[in-house]
């Protein structure tokens, strides 16, 4: 660390290269900026498609219309689905902290490929901006869903075009996103960072990457697939033209399924960051930490078929997926599991990214568990299209990937601003988001067991309560979410200057200044010793 103290070399956040103003941003190929260009993205479609999720609550808090009708409903939760999981949660964690981390974490000065990255971004932006635009132009808003099921996806009225080819950018941003990951991780590893010395941060992203890289040309072919049913009328899909709506359905889910993994690896991998810094040991079982990240990757390529078992699949391969779906859960216990082991006899110290740890935890094992019952065929038949599968779906990948996020956000904030956060604040802001949380998504469990179907814009007087304190839970939770991103963007002004290592961090990212410099490090370093054990 005493090498870079005294620098003279701009931080990135100084330097300005061949351009100036916004500019040195949008044609920067820094990894760093290009980060933060998705920190800021995401952030601020997160909050758009919060607020719609918001809509949408007090739409359902009384049975009848409330402030919408059925129409403009659908339209709200297919735009709703569409930001949060394509632009959102997806690109979350590898987009921004991936993008930001991954080569400090492995010695790096940059990722292999600066100019692909930007490029990434670009179709990022391109493939949101289309399905904005789906939402103004042609005569209604799509309102298929995020899934764009099939035969409805090319015979409804909504203006699908733009929406669909709209994810097909974002899809294509992942790939060049994981392809970039994994050259990286191969080839541009400090000298002496063997695959066993590397940070369990990197391991994640590139389980992430091959699926990023194997899996998401399939969605992209099947969203193609819908383009040419809409407009020359082929019949992939149609059954009137001896097309099978149930084909469109495997190969969606045949992405989608790993998609989710896309969303959690990342995320495990920044809480197996967080918990050994804050934990002040070495992360226990790292060889298995290693090892399960890249069978839940692997592993997760088998088992989409559980979004289908009312689907009338034969007995056989409804056995089949049921099993490989208990199969996939043993990995992620592991991780739960050890991350528990990392704590036992440990020197807690505690700070804001521990507790959203935590956090974290705590609902990914809820998320776990319900997962488990929808995926046995008997309890299936009975949840399947009820608001348990959406209470289970948000736990798992906002409540995962979600709390992740802001634990990664408070972690690596020093790091990234070279800004301490007001800690109260942030503390505030964790604990009106979790109990917002759990207010809002625990009640659709049991709305979910009492029969109510999701996608409906009104319900029987009989799912009344739930949906009151459902609706009561998203106030809370929106609350929480606008303490938070004040706290962090206040903090950015104002707050009071962060050292090179905050919190006793122990790998390479900590050992260099805060912001770090234009090319991170001014001498490639050496690594002698394994992870988490660097000083």
Not at 22 to 39: A, C, E, P, V
Not at 106 to 135: E, R, T
Request: charged residues 10%; aromatic residues 18%; proline residues 6%.
């Amino acid at each position: 660390m005493s090498a870079h103290e005294g620098m003279q070399e701009p931080n990135y956040l100084e330097f300005k290269g061949k351009y100036k103003g916004i500019y040195s941003w949008i044609f920067s190929t820094d990894h760093k900026r290009i980060g933060l260009l998705y920190l800021f993205s995401i952030l601020s479609l997160f909050v758009i498609g919060a607020t719609i999720g918001l809509l949408m609550k007090f739409e359902l808090i009384a049975p009848g219309k409330t402030i919408m009708d059925a129409k403009a409903y659908n339209a709200f939760f297919t735009l709703h689905g569409i930001i949060m999981i394509f632009a959102v949660v997806i690109p979350g964690l590898p987009a921004v902290f991936g993008n930001f981390m991954l080569p400090l974490q492995i010695g790096a000065k940059d990722v292999a490929f600066p100019k692909l990255n930007l490029l990434s971004w670009y179709l990022y932006v391109a493939g949101v901006l289309m399905v904005v635009i789906s939402q103004f132009t042609g005569d209604q808003a799509p309102d298929t869903g995020w899934t764009f099921y099939a035969p409805y996806s090319f015979r409804t009225a909504g203006n699908m075009l733009p929406a669909v080819f709209g994810a097909f950018l974002l899809g294509f941003s992942s790939i060049l996103t994981g392809l970039n990951f994994l050259v990286t991780i191969h080839r541009m590893r400090a000298p002496g960072m063997t695959w066993l010395r590397m940070p369990l941060f990197p391991w994640t992203l590139y389980a992430t990457a091959w699926i990023q890289l194997l899996a998401t040309p399939i969605v992209g072919i099947t969203l193609l697939m819908i383009v040419a049913e809409r407009l020359f009328n082929i019949g992939f899909f149609d059954p009137t033209l001896g097309g099978d709506p149930v084909l469109y359905q495997h190969l969606f889910w045949t992405y989608s399924h790993p998609a989710v993994y896309i969303m959690i690896l990342p995320a495990m991998g920044a809480i197996s960051e967080i918990i050994p810094t804050f934990a002040r040991k070495i992360i226990f079982g790292y060889k298995f930490m290693v090892a399960s990240s890249l069978l839940i990757a692997f592993v997760g390529y088998f088992v989409w078929g559980h979004h289908m078992f009312t689907a009338n699949m034969s007995g056989k391969a409804l056995y089949i997926f049921s099993l490989l779906t208990f199969l996939v859960a043993i990995p992620s216990a592991i991780k739960v599991f050890n991350w528990i082991s990392t704590l036992y006899k440990a020197s807690i110290y505690l700070q804001t990214p521990f507790f959203w740890a935590m956090a974290f935890i705590f609902v990914f094992m809820i998320g776990g568990f319900s997962g488990l019952i929808i995926g046995s065929l008997a309890a299936d038949v009975h949840l399947h299209d009820t608001h348990f599968v959406v209470a289970h779906f948000h736990f798992i990948v906002f409540g995962g990937t979600g709390f992740a996020f802001f634990g990664a956000a408070h972690y690596w904030f020093p790091k990234i601003t070279g800004k301490m956060y007001d800690a109260l604040w942030a503390n505030i802001g964790l604990t009106v988001f979790f109990i917002g949380f759990i207010t809002l998504y625990m009640p659709m469990f049991f709305l979910g067991v009492a029969g109510m179907p999701r996608r409906y814009f009104d319900y029987d007087e009989v799912f009344h309560t739930g949906n009151i304190i459902s609706t009561m839970g998203s106030w809370i939770l929106y609350s929480g979410l606008s303490i938070i991103i004040t706290n962090l963007f206040v903090s950015l002004k104002r707050g009071v200057k962060a050292p090179a290592d905050p919190w006793g961090g122990s790998t390479l990212e900590w050992t260099i200044p805060s912001p770090p410099p234009v090319e991170n490090f001014i001498e490639t370093p050496i690594i002698t010793k394994g992870p988490y054990s660097y000083k």
